[in-house]
Structure formats: C-alpha cells, structure tokens
C-alpha cells in the first residue's frame, strides 16, 4: 500500500470523523444558547429560593421536558452526582480537524500549503508558521479577552481586528485556499480553547465549591458565558472556512482575504439574527445586510474579460496550442493515472488528459487557472500567465478541438 494511497484514506476518515464531531458540538452549542435564551421566570416561589434562574418545558420526540437553571447550583439540597459535561463534542471536533491539517496540509505542504507566487517557503518553514499561527491566535485572542473583559464593545473590535489581520497576513504567506483553512483554524482553535481552558475550569471550581459547602464565586460563571457567547458569533463564519476549498471563485483571487472578511461578518450577523429570534426579536435588517454583503462580494468577484483580441484570439487558437500546457501543467493530477507525486486520483474527478475530457471542462479551466489562478494547486507546476493567457484566448474563442 503506497503512501500517497494511505493518505487518501486517513484523509478520508479525518474528514468524516470532523463533519461527525463538528455536527455534534454545535447541535450541543445552539441548544443551549437557544436553551438559555429561553427560559422564563420560575412560577414557584420555592423554586426562587431553591437558586432557579428560569425554566423551560418543552414537548419532543413522543415526551415532556422539564429544564431549569441553577447559576451557582441548588440551594439546601445536595448537587447530584450525575452530571453530564459537555466537552467531549468540542476536543473531538478540534483533533479531527488538526488530524485533516496534518493530513492533507503538512504532508502535502508543497502542493496545498505552499504557494512560490505568494511566498517562496520550504516545506518545514510553513509547517512551522502553520502551527505558530495557531498558538498565536489564540494567545492573542485571550490576552484580548483578559484585557477588554469588562467592555464588550472594545472586545468584539479588537477580535473583529485581530481575526481581519490575520486574514491579511496569511493570505500573503500562504496559497489563498491554505490561508482560508488556516483561519478557520485559529477560529477553531479559539473555540475549543475557550472550552478548554475558560469554561469547563470555571465550572469545575463552582462544582468544588458546592461540594464544600462554600458560597460559590459567580465570576467563572460569567467569564463561561462570555467566552460561549463569543464561540456561537464565530461558528457560522468557521462553518464557511471549513467548506471554502470547495469554492475557488472566493479564495482564488487577490482579494481574497477581502472576501473572507465579508463572507464571515455576513455569517456573524446571521447567527446574531437568530440568536435574538430566540426571545422573539425579529430583526429582519440583519439577514437583510448580510445578503447585500454576500451580493457584493459576487458581484465584486464576477470575472471580467481582459482579453486583447489579437490575431490568435481572431482567427481562433487552436488546441494543438494549448494541448503541450495541458500536459505539462494540469494532466499530470487531472489524469486517470497521475504522475504528480501525492496524487493517486484526479482531484474531484476532473479529467484533463483528453481533447473531449478539457473541451467539458473548459468553463472550469477558465474560472479556476485564467480568471482565480486556483489551480493548479500552489502552481505546483508553474503554469505562467503567459499559458493562462493562451488557455483563455482558447476558451474565448470557443474552446474548438
């Protein structure tokens, strides 16, 4: 069994095993933010006294259900012992995902991650930025919230700031698809850090001190919710990173960073839209300029045709042409047997390794190599604008064999 071959199916499983954990921890995480967005004032006077904060009843699944809500734990009876934590869900999700980074980013960093047009690095100086990239966002990130704790607003901007930064700054060290990963990673990271060392820390030091019969320090408690609360604004932007290798119409351009900045503040003010759905509040303006940014963002990225109708774009360029570029820069992955070390399959299926093959993909070769410069991947075979040029005038004349 080849390695290449291997890393396929450990690339496989990794990505399964994060869309199952992924799945799993924001299903828990909107519950609850639903959950506690929900309840309502207890009816009972006891239960007031008890240390209730709302409750909720709700009907599913053939049952009724009965939650309630004790900040600092019941008073004058004892905490049960049967306490579900949840936290499993979120540091599967962050080990699937840096299994998928491991697997398909750092083993094949000369073709995913490097890209010489952007920044000429070795294989081990990316890895290393890679993985700098992710202690950093999150040592900022914290130092951030330790810093802002008590000004929200200042906080959300200095994040908002730090995130679009970062954006910037791996956009210009890494191919456009590996900085939109890599974001999501930080992202990624932030979130299940916030679990990790924030949120189930605070609420094993109130459990201990119930267990001891001491007043609990409500403090943990609300720095939990403050770091939850900022974990729900960044899922539906971490959300888009995670599937945006699919779309290189938004990573493959010079403003791609742009894009993503615009992409991910329309995924914040959705999840801010339906947040505040939860008690009622409608705020149709929210999805409303999210759709507008969205709108832009296309509208700002459509290709334009920029080319000068010469004597080769008159009379036609004929596939003789452009056949030697195909073969030397994209048949070499997009063939039923690659040759380029890494590839055991045509990525995606495409097939490039006939006349009839290229002519069915001509509009795909023109978005993803003449007007993104996507492919090929970190311009793994240095594929020139020059022979870009060529496979447009190709496609511009009517993709003729």
């Not at 700098?132 to 000004?151: H, K, N, P, Q, T």
Request: hydrophobic share 50%; charged share 15%.
């Amino acid at each position: 069994m080849n390695a290449p071959y291997l890393l396929d199916w450990l690339n496989l499983l990794a990505r399964w095993a994060h869309v199952i954990a992924g799945i799993s921890w924001i299903g828990a995480s909107f519950y609850f933010v639903w959950l506690d967005d929900s309840l309502t004032q207890p009816e009972d006077d006891a239960d007031v006294r008890r240390g209730m904060s709302g409750e909720l009843w709700a009907v599913h699944g053939g049952g009724f259900y009965h939650n309630q809500k004790y900040p600092t734990g019941p008073r004058g009876v004892p905490l049960t012992q049967n306490l579900h934590w949840f936290k499993w869900e979120a540091y599967s999700t962050w080990f699937t995902g840096m299994a998928m980074l491991a697997i398909v980013y750092w083993a094949g960093a000369s073709a995913y991650l490097i890209d010489k047009g952007v920044l000429d690095l070795s294989p081990g100086a990316a890895i290393t930025i890679s993985i700098a990239s992710l202690v950093i966002g999150w040592l900022v990130y914290d130092g951030l919230c330790r810093m802002f704790e008590s000004r929200p607003v200042v906080l959300w901007t200095a994040i908002a700031a730090f995130l679009l930064f970062a954006d910037w700054a791996l956009f210009h060290v890494f191919g456009g698809r590996a900085a939109y990963i890599h974001v999501g990673s930080i992202v990624g990271t932030i979130m299940v850090a916030n679990v990790f060392f924030v949120i189930i820390p605070g609420q094993k030091r109130v459990l201990a001190q119930i267990r001891a019969g001491q007043e609990p320090d409500p403090r943990p408690g609300r720095l939990g919710k403050m770091r939850s609360v900022h974990n729900t604004y960044l899922t539906l932007p971490v959300l888009f990173m995670m599937i945006s290798n699919h779309y290189p119409m938004t990573y493959g351009t010079r403003n791609g960073w742009l894009v993503l900045a615009v992409l991910s503040a329309a995924g914040v003010l959705v999840r801010r839209f339906f947040v505040l759905s939860h008690k009622h509040r409608y705020a149709i303006g929210l999805p409303v300029v999210a759709a507008v940014l969205i709108a832009g963002a296309a509208f700002l990225m459509a290709p334009r045709s920029h080319h000068v109708v010469g004597t080769q774009t008159l009379f036609g360029v004929r596939y003789a042409q452009i056949e030697p570029v195909l073969a030397k820069r994209c048949a070499v992955c997009h063939a039923a047997k690659p040759t380029q070390p890494g590839f055991t399959a045509a990525p995606q299926g495409v097939l490039l390794d006939t006349p009839e093959h290229v002519r069915a993909n001509a509009q795909r070769i023109a978005q993803q190599a003449v007007q993104t410069h996507a492919m090929p991947l970190g311009n793994v075979t240095h594929m020139t604008d020059a022979e870009r040029k060529l496979l447009g005038d190709w496609i511009a004349a009517g993709a003729r064999i």
